[in-house]
């Protein structure tokens, strides 16, 4: 029998297996953004890298959002727009008090983005409370009731008008967030209808957004458009920030 020498025998193999290994350069580079792993390592990589996750299903759910603006006694008789507007603190009471024992659970934007992600599980009864404006009667009024009662809340507020008359303060809208039961959302800086305007829509959703997270201290998960008015470039506006 005729012996082949060993030099040929490194050779052949060295082949064998660049031929074996073609192409998994390429799917290695893809999966280390850049970085050359030897062909050796790439196997390995391959036999223990579980495989792709299935592909999740779109998660729907349905969640009552029950929108407030005032909770006051309106005593200014010709306020038509103020009254209709507004909620009266025992009738507000009443609302929160028949949730309360129909076993409703308040939640907050923040769990409704973690729930749509499927990262949680809301309760069977959820619904959202809100606020828009962040107006003064909210502290004094609305506040006392909802820490009662244990709910928690959201309050869109016009980061413009903060501290101004008939409107939160700063420092208010610092005690209420450290009850924890109160959730902050913007409601633009100077609540501009957005699908009217265009040229300074960017500092309405931005401004105000950055001026929450600075001066708050908090994620600011939610925005509500100002008379629901808006567009496809303002939503765009609205994802990006």
């Given amino acids: 029998m005729k012996t082949v020498p060993w030099n040929r025998i490194i050779i052949l193999l060295v082949i064998f297996c660049s031929i074996a290994a073609w192409g998994e350069p390429f799917s290695a580079w893809t999966r280390t953004k850049g970085l050359i792993i030897p062909f050796r390592s790439v196997f ?36 038509f727009l103020r009254k209709s507007m507004a909620t009266r603190p025992y009738y507000f009471e009443d609302q929160l008090k028949a949730l ?9 934007f923040l769990e ?29 009024n609305a506040l006392p ?25 700063e420092g208010q809208l610092k005690e209420m967030v450290k009850t924890g ?33 600075e001066n708050l201290k908090v994620l600011v998960p939610g925005f509500a458009y100002p008379g629901g008015s808006k567009n496809s470039e303002t939503e765009a506006l609205v994802r990006e920030a």
């Fill in 44 to 79: 390995r990589l391959k036999e223990t890298t579980p495989p792709p996750p299935a592909e999740k299903k779109p998660i729907t759910f349905e969640v009552p959002i029950l929108l407030h603006h005032f909770v006051e006694d309106v005593t200014d008789e010709p306020d």
């Fill in 100 to 108: 309360k024992n129909a076993g409703y659970k308040s939640v907050g």
């Fill in 112 to 140: 409704l983005a973690e729930a749509y992600r499927g990262g949680k599980v809301l309760p069977e009864k959820s619904f959202v409370i809100t606020f828009d404006d962040g107006h003064a009667d909210l502290y004094t």
């Fill in 145 to 169: 009731l909802i820490i009662k009662y244990d709910f928690k809340a959201v309050v869109f507020v016009i980061t413009g008008k903060v501290g101004q008359l008939d409107f939160l303060t």
């Fill in 181 to 213: 039961l109160i959730e902050i959302g913007s409601h633009t800086l100077t609540h501009e209808y957005l699908g009217v305007i265009s040229t300074w829509a960017r500092q309405e959703v931005f401004l105000s957004k950055a001026w929450l997270e």
